[in-house]
């Protein structure tokens, strides 16, 4: 398997422009999470989904951020508008049955 | 879920065993300690995690006191390409949450 394949690898954009993050799990896995790390806070899961359901959204900072997950093979993490203080590597990760999971490569977004 | 403690850094000569300690005093009986690495502008790599029993896998074996209070990684033979970050933790059996700490960083030097 060519595991979690995520989109892009780097993004700069500038303050107010909607940024979309893409997600691709493993095939078969049911759980898909999505986490940001920065200098500051760390690792931090924003979001996770079951079977493509949103399970806990507690981690998601504030209305600028939505996630979806259509199928069980893509997901996306929206931010729009986008400031700077949301400059981070983003992980999507991916599980079979919530046990281990299986990170990303990441997205290094910068937001000037 | 429990909270985990662990040495910020710790160093390792290569071709030596790398023994990284955890203290998880709260842990409670359903939750299981899983260790994660996190190698330079990499995602998180799952390394190995246990319940009571002592594991052993391709990578690291893990050792888990009596009590379970605590855990020692071990990777027997460190490399330089074991230079991560190492974040020990303790999630509940379906491990749909992980909380990320500082973690250990662990420099192996030639």
């Known amino acids: 398997d060519a595991g979690v394949i995520q989109s892009p690898r780097h993004e700069v954009t500038e303050m107010g422009q909607e940024v979309t993050l893409r997600c691709k799990p493993i095939s078969g896995h049911d759980y898909l999470f999505w986490y940001r790390q920065t200098m500051m806070r760390g690792l931090e899961l924003l979001i996770y989904f079951n079977n493509n359901v949103p399970i806990d959204d507690s981690g998601m900072p504030e209305d600028r951020f939505s996630a979806k997950m259509p199928n069980a093979s893509f997901s996306t993490l929206k931010i729009q508008p986008s400031e700077p203080r949301d400059s981070a590597v983003y992980f999507c990760?991916?599980?079979?049955?919530?046990?281990?999971?299986?990170f990303g490569p990441g997205t290094r977004l910068l937001v000037l | 879920d429990a909270k985990t403690t662990q040495p910020t850094s710790m160093d390792c000569a290569e071709g030596r065993a790398a023994n990284l300690p955890c203290n998880h005093s709260?842990?409670?009986?359903?939750?299981?300690v899983y260790w994660y690495r996190q190698i330079h502008s990499q995602g998180p790599q799952y390394i190995i995690h246990?319940?009571?029993n002592n594991e052993t896998n391709e990578m690291a074996s893990l050792i888990i006191t009596e009590d379970r209070k605590s855990s020692t990684l071990i990777l027997p033979h460190a490399t330089l390409r074991d230079t991560a970050v190492y974040y020990c933790i303790v999630t509940e059996t379906s491990g749909s949450r992980l909380t990320f700490g500082e973690g250990t960083q662990l420099t192996v030097n030639p």
């Open positions: 709260t842990i409670s009986g359903n939750e299981y």
């Open positions: 246990g319940l009571k």
């Open positions: 990760a991916s599980s079979f049955r919530g046990v281990t999971q299986y």
